[in-house]
C-alpha cells in the first residue's frame, strides 16, 4: 500500500472524520504496551520509531550492530519480517528469500546473525541460544514482549512525523510523546524539514546523522540512470543519485516493500533501454527482484555518517557494561 497524501500534512476533513478512530488505535496500543516484556540475559537495543512505514531503523541498526562487532561483541539482529510469510523464530539463512523473511531481513544477515520472528521474545531466546551477546532490533518500539535496555527513536528527517496524527488519521502508530517516553534517545536523519524535533521533549537526547552514497554511487557520475524503487520514501533515493552526480533519465516508484515480478522487471528494463539508461535501485529492492533479472541491474547503498559519533559510543557504553556483568 501506498501511504495517503493527507498523512504528509495539510488540512481537509477526512483526518477529522478518521480521528474517532485514531483514538481508538491510540489507546489500543498504550494498553498494549502497558504489558511487561520479558527481561533478556543479555543486553537489547531497540531501533524503532513512531511512524507507519520507514524511517531510516535498518540503516541504523546494520551501523550501530558493525559498532558492537568491533567491540568483539557478538550482536544478533532481530526483527519482524515484515513482508515475509514466515512467523519464526527462524534464523534467517542462505535458503531463504525476501518472500520468506522481507528484505530487511536479508540486508541485516549480510552483515550478521539474524533471527526473524512476529514474538520478539521468542526470537530473543533463539538469538541467545545461537550465541548472542547483544541483540539489536530493526523496529520493535511498540512491541512490548522483549524488554528493551536501549530505545532509540528514529526520525526521517524529510517526512517528520507526517501531519502528526495517529493511523488512520496519519502516518503515526502512536502520539509522539507515548513513543519519545520509551525512548532513550532520538535519532535524526537528514535535516529537520518538518518541524519534527518541535514535537519532542526537551529532556530526549537527539543524535542527528544524514545518509552518504556507498562507494558504487561514483561510477554512475555523469551517466544517464533509470532509478527504481518501492521503499518508503522514494524521493530520497533519487536525491541520492542526483547527489552522486547520476542523470536522472527516468524514475519509477512502487508501493513500500514491492514483490517484483517478471512482467515488472521486463517493463523496466525495455523502458531503461528505451532511454539508454542503466536500471538502478536499492539493496532492499534488489533482493525483491527475481534472480533471472538481477545481473542487469545496478544497486546503490547508503551509509550513515554521524555528527558526534562520540555521542554513539557514549550510548553504547551503557550496553557494554551490561555485556561485561556476571550472569
Given at each position: ?55 531510516g531503523k535498518t540503516t541504523v541498526a546494520l551501523d550501530l550492530g558493525k559498532r558492537l562487532a568491533d567491540r568483539n561483541i557478538a550482536a544478533h539482529f532481530l526483527l519482524r519480517g515484515y513482508g515475509g510469510r514466515v512467523k519464526g523464530p527462524l534464523v534467517v539463512g542462505p535458503g531463504h528469500d525476501s518472500r520468506d523473511v522481507g528484505d530487511e531481513a536479508l540486508l541485516l544477515a549480510a552483515a550478521g546473525p539474524t533471527v526473524v520472528s512476529a514474538d520478539r521474545a521468542a526470537g530473543a531466546r ?202
Amino acid at each position: 500500500m501506498r501511504a495517503p497524501d493527507f498523512w504528509s500534512g495539510g488540512g481537509g476533513v477526512l483526518p477529522l472524520l478518521l480521528s474517532p478512530i485514531a483514538a481508538l488505535y491510540a489507546r489500543s496500543t498504550a494498553r498494549r504496551m502497558a504489558r511487561p516484556g520479558w527481561k533478556a540475559s543479555v543486553p537489547v537495543l531497540c531501533c524503532g520509531n513512531a511512524t507507519a512505514g520507514g524511517a531510516g531503523k535498518t540503516t541504523v541498526a546494520l551501523d550501530l550492530g558493525k559498532r558492537l562487532a568491533d567491540r568483539n561483541i557478538a550482536a544478533h539482529f532481530l526483527l519482524r519480517g515484515y513482508g515475509g510469510r514466515v512467523k519464526g523464530p527462524l534464523v534467517v539463512g542462505p535458503g531463504h528469500d525476501s518472500r520468506d523473511v522481507g528484505d530487511e531481513a536479508l540486508l541485516l544477515a549480510a552483515a550478521g546473525p539474524t533471527v526473524v520472528s512476529a514474538d520478539r521474545a521468542a526470537g530473543a531466546r533463539l538469538a541467545i541460544e545461537q550465541g548472542a551477546q547483544a541483540i539489536v532490533m530493526d523496529d520493535g518500539l511498540q512491541n512490548p514482549t522483549l524488554e528493551k535496555d536501549l530505545s532509540l527513536l528514529v526520525i526521517d528527517g524529510s517526512s517528520g512525523f507526517g501531519n502528526g496524527r495517529v493511523i488512520p488519521s496519519g502516518p503515526l502508530r502512536e502520539p509522539v510523546a507515548a513513543a519519545a517516553a520509551r525512548s532513550h534517545a532520538a535519532i535524526l536523519v537528514g535535516e529537520d524539514e518538518c518541524g519534527a524535533l518541535a514535537m519532542l521533549p526537551p529532556t530526549l537526547p537527539v543524535l542527528r546523522a544524514r545518509l552518504t552514497q556507498g562507494p558504487e554511487a561514483a561510477t554512475l557520475s555523469g551517466r544517464p540512470v533509470y532509478a527504481f524503487c518501492g521503499i518508503a520514501n522514494p524521493r530520497k533515493f533519487f536525491a541520492t543519485l542526483q547527489e552522486a552526480g547520476a542523470v536522472l533519465a527516468g524514475r519509477q516508484s512502487y508501493a513500500d516493500h514491492y514483490p517484483y515480478d517478471s512482467g515488472d522487471m521486463r517493463e523496466i528494463l525495455a523502458e531503461a533501454e528505451a532511454l539508454r539508461a542503466t536500471p538502478v535501485t536499492t539493496p532492499k529492492d534488489f533482493v525483491r527482484i527475481p534472480p533471472a533479472f538481477r545481473s542487469r541491474v545496478t544497486t546503490v547503498s547508503v551509509r550513515l555518517e554521524w555528527e558526534a559519533p562520540a555521542q554513539v559510543e557514549a550510548l553504547l557504553d551503557t550496553l557494554v557494561a551490561r555485556v561485561a556483568e556476571p550472569a
